[in-house]
C-alpha cells in the first residue's frame, strides 16, 4: 500500500540534506537505510519531456547506486546521483533503488502523464476583435500551453480557415503547416468589418511526437 512519508535517517547531515528533497511516494522498503528520489521540477513524469532527477542512499556512495525504471528509460549524467527519466506510456513508473551486490533499497512510484491539449492563437488571441492590419501582419498559427512548468515546442501541422462575410462564405481552406499561404493573406486585405475568421482544427505536435487537435478554435470578429 502505497503512503507518503520521510525515512528516518540516522546521519544529521544526510537528514539535512534529506529534508531539502521533496516528499516521495514510498512503495516498499527492503530495509532501514534511509534512501530519496528527488524530481528536479516536480513530482509528476510527462511523455516526451526528460526529466531530471536526483537520487541519494544514506552512507553510499553515488557510484555504487543501481537504478532500475518499469517504464521507459534512466539516463545517468555526469554530476553525481543525478539522472534523467524519459518514460514510455501514461500510468505509473516504479523506480527502483539497489546496489551492485544486488539488493534492493527501496522502490518508488510516481505518475506519468500525456502533456496538456493546447490551444490555438493568432495575432495572439484566440476570440475576439481584431483589425485587418493585425491579421495581415501575421505569418502563421501558434499554439500555447498555460500553466504549464516545462517550457516546450509545440509545432503546429495543419490548420483550417474559413472567412464569412455577411454569413457568406468567402474562403473555406485547409493549410498544411503553420505558416499563412499567400492565398489566405491576399483574402485578409479584402476583409471588411464584421467579417469573421474562423480557424479550425488545429492540429499540433508536442515533444512526445504525438499529433493532437487543439480543444478550442480562434473566433475573430474584424473591427
Known amino acids: 500500500m502505497v503512503s507518503i512519508k520521510y525515512v528516518a535517517v540516522r546521519n544529521y547531515n544526510f537528514l539535512?540534506?534529506?529534508?531539502?528533497?521533496?516528499?516521495?511516494?514510498?512503495?516498499?522498503n527492503a530495509d532501514a537505510q534511509g534512501s530519496a528520489?528527488?524530481?528536479?521540477?516536480?513530482?509528476?513524469?510527462?511523455?516526451?519531456?526528460?526529466s531530471p532527477i536526483t537520487v541519494v542512499v544514506e552512507n553510499m556512495n553515488?557510484?555504487?547506486?543501481?537504478?532500475?525504471?518499469?517504464?521507459g528509460e534512466l539516463i545517468q549524467q555526469e554530476d553525481p546521483g543525478k539522472y534523467l527519466v524519459s518514460p514510455e506510456k501514461a500510468g505509473i513508473a516504479i523506480i527502483s533503488i539497489?546496489?551492485?551486490?544486488?539488493?534492493?533499497?527501496a522502490k518508488y512510484e510516481y505518475r506519468v502523464k500525456r502533456i496538456p491539449i493546447g490551444y490555438p492563437v493568432f495575432?495572439?488571441?484566440?476570440?475576439?476583435f481584431a483589425s485587418k492590419n493585425e491579421l495581415i501582419a501575421q505569418i502563421a498559427v501558434f499554439v500555447k500551453l498555460d500553466?504549464?512548468?516545462?517550457?516546450?515546442?509545440l509545432e503546429v501541422t495543419s490548420f483550417k480557415v474559413k472567412i464569412y462575410n455577411q454569413c457568406r462564405i468567402i474562403i473555406d481552406e485547409k493549410i498544411d503547416g503553420k505558416f499563412i499561404t499567400k492565398t489566405l493573406q491576399d483574402n485578409f486585405?479584402?476583409?471588411?468589418p464584421?467579417?469573421?475568421?474562423?480557424?479550425?482544427e488545429v492540429m499540433y505536435k508536442g515533444p512526445d511526437g504525438v499529433i493532437r487537435e487543439c480543444e478550442f478554435p480562434i473566433l475573430l470578429t474584424i473591427k
Not at 62 to 71: A, G, P, R, Y
Not at 123 to 128: D, L, T
Not at 189 to 192: A, G, Q, V, W
Not at 194 to 200: G, H, K, S
Open 189 to 192: 486585405r479584402k476583409l471588411e
Open 147 to 153: 500553466g504549464f512548468d516545462f517550457d516546450i515546442r
Open 123 to 128: 495575432a495572439n488571441k484566440r476570440i475576439g
Open 37 to 50: 528520489i528527488s524530481l528536479d521540477n516536480q513530482n509528476i513524469f510527462y511523455l516526451g519531456i526528460p
Open 98 to 105: 539497489g546496489d551492485k551486490k544486488g539488493r534492493e533499497i
Open 194 to 200: 464584421d467579417d469573421l475568421v474562423y480557424i479550425y
Open 16 to 28: 539535512q540534506y534529506f529534508l531539502l528533497l521533496s516528499l516521495f511516494l514510498r512503495i516498499e
Open 62 to 71: 553515488t557510484k555504487n547506486i543501481i537504478l532500475k525504471i518499469d517504464n
